[in-house]
């Protein structure tokens, strides 16, 4: 029973960083270093110990219509290793980047407070508690997100901080209605008496929840928030913001409630496919236009959420499978293609791509995991991209519903162009540069480890080895009534 | 019914203060008041007329509201706390680097 | 006498109910499983007894009367003691924050097991987390814009 660790472990860490924290930040390093490496392994190991299993666990022994579970399936445990893995990265390369912001454990004791909220929202089964530890997921990332303590920051945080606040009453309203409604707040119970309510209350709900997890998850209208945040933060915590917040907080709790919960109404799924294209498209050019090397990445991650949207919003198996493929992929690239423009910003003092050039020679490393991670996330061949978007376009093919394959061509192709425009002015551009710092170990040992994933990524879907790593978590994605059946009737 | 409607618009106030005021204390105020008006819908629904507080004192406590939405109202008050604090926080570092509270002038990022 | 602050009436006044007010916070925690209240309700009392003194006094005097970087410390550790109590029920009782302990009489004050355990931390993790939060906003200078 390995469940309650998973929050318990960053937590505690979380605690003993603030009190043992002291002047300089050694205890902060080891700390959430040791943390996120033990949750990492637990992540992986009670994944392949699931085999598409249910685990269910009554806190405090209370039994399930009174107290709270946590619940583990596949999803649960693959959105975990997702989560542990980008973390381990980032405390690695957290490690020099922060000291050039200031030696200072607070910012390892709110790394691991995001960590708890993100664990708990993922494990959680009950929705209150849900809405809880997304709170506390969203605090810590407010105040990572000023953590550069520049005006920027500041400006980007309270954006970010007046957005979280809206998207969270519209849950918590949501959540109110649905218990007045179900009279029960865990998750499954739920799903059992939604066939029985009125069909426009469901609507109304779904509606809520849709305005509110869709701002978390910056889907296109809802995404004004993200470019700031996202390239403001320091480029760890933007490669944890991009690669998993979003997904957590946003596209795991609108899978786990519009699938498992309200069971997919028709209705959702076609505004999943309209906010889908449409943050594709819109982001996709926007992405283009930017001259900020992170925030051109910050639109490009809408744009990729575009494709998640898309494919949960098609709804067939292949679909479902494209995108929690999808998922997996760009969480890896887009945190390396973060960490790259975090090094580059940190090496050169700018991010500004009009005053990059040669990069080739000046950061070899930085420049090579950015060319792997620039061809894996336009959908180029032999990286895990192509796979994904391969699996999602045609899905989209086999659902009748050509417009939709070519606008997710068309959407790769601005992807293509938007990333490409990072290696024309960064790698090949002759402009003089004069290094400020020098990469070091950690954030090099970061950057070549995505970088690796990315390669051998694409073999998730490799017969095989995708009856065990993606095709349970399809299964609980599309099997609502096992998930009900596996968390209640025991 | 009416109780309801009152209690929306009040969340339609602090809506309208988020969307349209350009003062950040205003903003701050505006998202407690859309808080305050979530929290009174979640106390309406356990509200039942005539019914106690839900603690045990005797044999037969005849019927009780429900206690649930009250504690969650109490955990949504202290997250709703914590919003507060790290707002104001923020908003006072803002008014250091730009030396004013209007939203209008404080905009350095675009696009 | 200081001059920073408010006035001698309300320093005195101060003086007096600030051992009151904690008083009866201890007494709202210590009753928390019994009667309305609790560990936060309790708590939150309890940082405004202190707040009352950082209003009344200033913030240098409080400053000194109160040691600010072992309340830090208690907010820590009264935290970590949480988890270790939510741990003990994970070995003694097999699920975390399960009860371990006697659950006593009804309305009896030992009673009800970990929970007046647990009130009394929660208690101290509020009270002191709201007074920090007010007394480092309460230190911010109000310097004007130097960054634009």
Redesign the interface.
């Known amino acids: 029973m390995m469940l309650p660790y998973f929050i318990i472990i960053p937590l505690l860490a979380a605690f003993l960083i603030t009190l043992i924290g002291g002047k300089r930040d050694i205890w902060g390093i080891a700390l959430s270093m040791i943390a996120t490496a033990a949750l990492l392994i637990m992540s992986l190991v009670s994944f392949l110990q699931l085999r598409g299993e249910t685990i269910v666990y009554e806190m405090g022994n209370w039994q399930l219509p009174l107290g709270i579970a946590l619940v583990m399936d596949s999803l649960s445990g693959f959105m975990l290793i997702i989560v542990s893995l980008v973390a381990l990265t980032s405390v690695v390369y957290s490690i020099q980047y922060v000291r050039h912001l200031g030696q200072d454990f607070k910012y390892y004791a709110l790394f691991m407070f995001m960590l708890t909220g993100m664990n708990g929202v993922i494990l959680t089964g009950d929705i209150f508690n849900l809405f809880v530890f997304m709170e506390i997921a969203l605090f810590a990332a407010f105040a990572l997100v000023a953590y550069g303590c520049r005006a920027e920051e500041y400006e980007a945080a309270f954006k970010y901080a007046i957005m979280g606040a809206v998207s969270s009453t519209l849950i918590l309203i949501g959540i109110g209605v649905l218990y007045s409604a179900t009279s029960t707040l865990t998750m499954a119970r739920i799903a059992q008496a939604i066939p029985g309510l009125p069909s426009q209350i469901v609507l109304w709900i779904g509606g809520l929840f849709l305005a509110g997890f869709g701002l978390k998850a910056a889907a296109m209208p809802f995404h004004a928030w993200l470019p700031d945040a996202h390239s403001s933060a320091p480029a760890p915590i933007s490669s944890m913001l991009s690669g998993v917040l979003i997904k957590v907080l946003g596209i795991y709790a609108i899978i786990r409630l519009f699938f498992n919960v309200f069971d997919a109404p028709s209705a959702f799924l076609t505004i999943f496919i309209v906010i889908g294209s449409a943050s594709i498209l819109i982001s996709g050019f926007l992405a283009i236009i930017q001259w900020d090397f992170k925030r051109l990445l910050a639109y490009s991650s809408i744009s990729q959420i575009g494709y998640i949207l898309l494919g949960m919003g098609l709804a067939t198996p292949l679909a479902i499978l494209g995108a929690v493929f999808h998922l997996f992929n760009h969480a890896i690239f887009k945190s390396l293609l973060f960490y790259d423009a975090g090094s580059v910003e940190l090496a050169l003092g700018t991010r500004d791509l009009q005053k990059l050039g040669k990069l080739g020679k000046l950061l070899p490393v930085t420049s090579g995991t950015s060319i792997i991670a620039s061809l894996a996330i336009s959908g180029i061949p032999p990286f895990n991209g192509f796979f994904s978007k391969l699996i999602i376009i045609l899905a989209a093919i086999a659902a009748g519903q050509p417009v939709l394959a070519l606008l997710a061509i068309l959407g790769s192709i601005l992807t293509l162009a938007a990333v490409m425009k990072i290696q024309r002015y960064g790698l090949r551009q002759d402009v003089d540069v004069a290094p400020v710092e020098k990469i070091g170990l950690g954030m090099n040992i970061a950057m070549i480890l995505l970088a690796v994933i990315c390669i051998v990524g694409g073999l998730l879907i490799a017969p095989g080895i995708r009856e065990v790593a993606l095709d349970p978590v399809v299964n609980v994605i599309l099997e609502k009534a096992e998930y009900v059946q596996m968390v209640l009737g025991r | 019914m009416t109780v309801y409607l009152l209690c929306f618009a009040l ?1 339609l106030v602090g ?1 309208y203060g ?1 969307l349209a005021k350009r003062d ?1 204390i205003k ?1 701050i105020l505006s ?1 407690g008041i ?2 305050y ?2 929290n009174l ?2 106390i309406l ?1 356990g509200y039942k007329r005539g019914a106690t ?1 839900p ?1 045990l004192t005797g044999a037969n406590p005849g019927p009780m509201v429900d206690p ?2 009250q504690a ?1 109202v ?3 008050i ?2 709703e ?3 507060t ?16 509270f209007d939203i209008a002038k ?1 905009r ?2 675009r ?1 | 006498m200081n001059k920073t602050g408010m006035t001698l009436i309300v320093k005195t006044v101060t003086r007096i109910t600030v051992w009151m007010i904690l008083l009866y916070g201890f007494y709202i925690i210590l009753h928390g499983h019994l009667t309305p209240g609790g560990g936060f309700g309790g708590g939150v009392i309890l940082a405004l007894a202190l707040l009352n003194v950082l209003l009344a006094y200033g913030r240098d005097y409080t400053g000194k009367w109160l040691n600010i970087p072992l309340l830090e410390h208690v907010e820590s550790a009264s935290a970590l003691l949480f988890l270790v109590v939510g741990f003990l029920g994970i070995v003694v009782a097999g699920s975390f924050l399960a009860n371990f302990l006697s659950k006593g009489q009804l309305f009896a004050i030992l009673s009800a097991g970990t929970i007046p355990l647990l009130n009394i931390i929660i208690g101290f993790k509020v009270a002191m987390s709201l007074f920090l939060v007010v007394w480092v906003l309460a230190g911010i200078k109000m310097s004007k814009g130097d960054a634009v």
């Open positions: 969340f809506l988020v950040l903003i998202i859309m808080g008006a979530a819908f979640l629904f507080f603690i649930l939405p969650l109490l955990t949504s202290v997250i706390l914590g919003t604090a790290l707002l104001v926080a923020l908003v006072v570092r803002l008014f250091q680097k730009y030396g004013t404080i350095r990022l696009g």
